[in-house]
């Protein structure tokens, strides 16, 4: 069938797909008397042609197609994730309720029965033009919003940044001196600073991971990692006077992973057992290496989560039991992000815990080449996954006497 259209800016373009050459023409004559630009398919294939190259705003879906029905016809289409927010309209000559639900379920907007009423086909089509209009128009204008939130929390980073600086210079200047209200007020403003720089961190790295985690897989030392993010977190550790042991298999575990994705995800979990871990307790690291995956285990002494907390503990935002016993900033989205960081790598983050006993977070990432797999300890204390083995001296963490 050759059917000549004439394509004119402005109008809606919609795809009509039905076997009948006359029914796709009677349909092709009625629509473009009144503005639309109307594409012809007479079948399924043809129809994936066509949206190749010359995407509609609607399309209308027969049921009954020679080859493949309407109903797969539907699902193929929505499997390409650029074709699945147009919207289908099913057409069939069956009126029955089980049809029409199992249109709707496989992915279809409306169902209009044949034979065609005018007005309400009208009607309808304008219905899901109008909507799919409002849908778009709501996505830009989320979009806008984010890229606004982006500029303005950007900013702000540099100038809380400075603020912080000043504070902290200001604190040093001070200390030693009688005026004991001027250095709170300085060590007030660095406090306060500093939790709010913490949730505009978290916030900017959250929305990125919501446009898109660009991921760059390659062999990483899992012991390494770990080692760096622990010297990290020494000052922490010991301002708390908690203890932190890591038990490193002596043969090197190396995991396929992005670098700075899984430097974030262990700086979370790590900085987290020590935001909710009471003065004087242990946290323990452990990485144990398997011929397909190795684990990395940061377990802590803490107040655990209740069952309630589990099932959101990976919601951003969330709001849990457990609180930071040091008066330490907490956003509610470093798990969040975490856990996307971990997916994005083709890894797994999970959690154990009991309430008041602790809490174990795991991550469990692919292995690159065979990995021996270290003896596990006789009977490991609960939530901590070996006994702990100190480090050099310049990976241990040690309690300050």
């Known amino acids: 069938m050759t059917t000549q259209i004439t394509e004119t800016a402005g109008m809606d373009r919609l795809l009509v797909v039905s076997a009948s050459e006359t029914e796709?023409?009677?349909?092709?004559?009625?629509?473009?008397?009144?503005?639309?630009?109307?594409?012809p398919a007479l079948n399924g294939d043809e129809a994936l042609k066509t949206l190749a190259h010359r995407r509609p705003?609607?399309?209308?879906?027969?049921l009954h197609l020679p080859g493949e029905d309407g109903f797969t016809v539907c699902q193929r289409i929505q499997e390409h994730p650029e074709w699945a927010d147009i919207p289908i309209i099913f057409i069939s000559e069956k009126q029955d309720k089980e049809v029409v639900v199992r249109a709707l379920e496989s992915g279809g907007v409306d169902y209009v029965a044949k034979p065609f009423h005018k007005?309400?086909?009208?009607?309808r089509v304008r219905t899901q033009l109008m909507l799919k209009t409002s849908r778009e128009y709501a996505k830009r204008l989320a979009q806008e919003k984010e890229e606004l939130v982006g500029i303005i929390s950007h900013h702000l980073q540099n100038h809380l940044a400075g603020i912080q600086m000043?504070?902290?210079l200001l604190e040093e200047q001070m200390r030693g001196r009688t005026d004991g209200k001027m250095l709170q007020l300085a060590d007030n403003i660095r406090n306060s600073t500093g939790q709010v720089r913490a949730f505009v961190t978290a916030y900017l790295a959250n929305a990125a991971a919501d446009h898109g985690i660009h991921i760059k897989l390659e062999p990483?030392?899992?012991?390494?990692?770990?080692t760096r993010v622990l010297q990290q977190y020494e000052d922490a550790a010991k301002a708390k006077e908690i203890s932190i042991h890591?038990?490193?298999?002596?043969?090197?575990?190396?995991?396929?992973?992005?670098?700075?994705?899984?430097?974030?995800?262990?700086?979370?979990?790590?900085?987290?057992a020590i935001k909710f871990s009471p003065r004087g307790k242990q946290i323990s690291v452990a990485i144990t290496g398997g011929?397909?995956?190795?684990?990395?285990?940061?377990?802590?002494?803490g107040a655990g989560f209740t069952e309630e907390d589990k099932t959101r503990l990976f919601q951003r935002y969330a709001r849990l039991s457990a609180r930071p016993t040091g008066g330490e900033p907490s956003t509610g989205l470093g798990l969040s992000i975490a856990k996307k960081l971990v997916d994005a790598m083709g890894g797994e983050l999970?959690?154990?815990?009991?309430?008041?006993?602790?809490t174990e977070f795991i991550v469990r990432l692919p292995c690159v080449g065979n990995q021996a797999q270290p003896p596990a300890p006789e009977n490991p204390p609960a939530f901590l996954p070996t006994t702990a083995k100190p480090l050099p001296r310049s990976q241990t963490l040690a309690r300050p006497e």
């Open 246 to 272: 890591a038990a490193l298999p002596d043969k090197g575990v190396t995991v396929r992973a992005d670098a700075p994705a899984l430097q974030q995800v262990l700086d979370n979990l790590v900085s987290n």
């Open 24 to 39: 796709v023409m009677t349909l092709a004559g009625m629509l473009g008397r009144l503005g639309f630009e109307v594409i």
């Open 220 to 226: 990483v030392g899992l012991a390494g990692a770990v």
């Open 57 to 62: 705003d609607l399309i209308l879906l027969d």
């Open 350 to 358: 999970s959690c154990e815990s009991v309430p008041q006993k602790g």
């Open 291 to 301: 011929p397909l995956h190795a684990e990395c285990r940061v377990a802590d002494q």
């Open 119 to 123: 007005q309400e086909l009208l009607s």
């Open 166 to 168: 000043s504070a902290q």
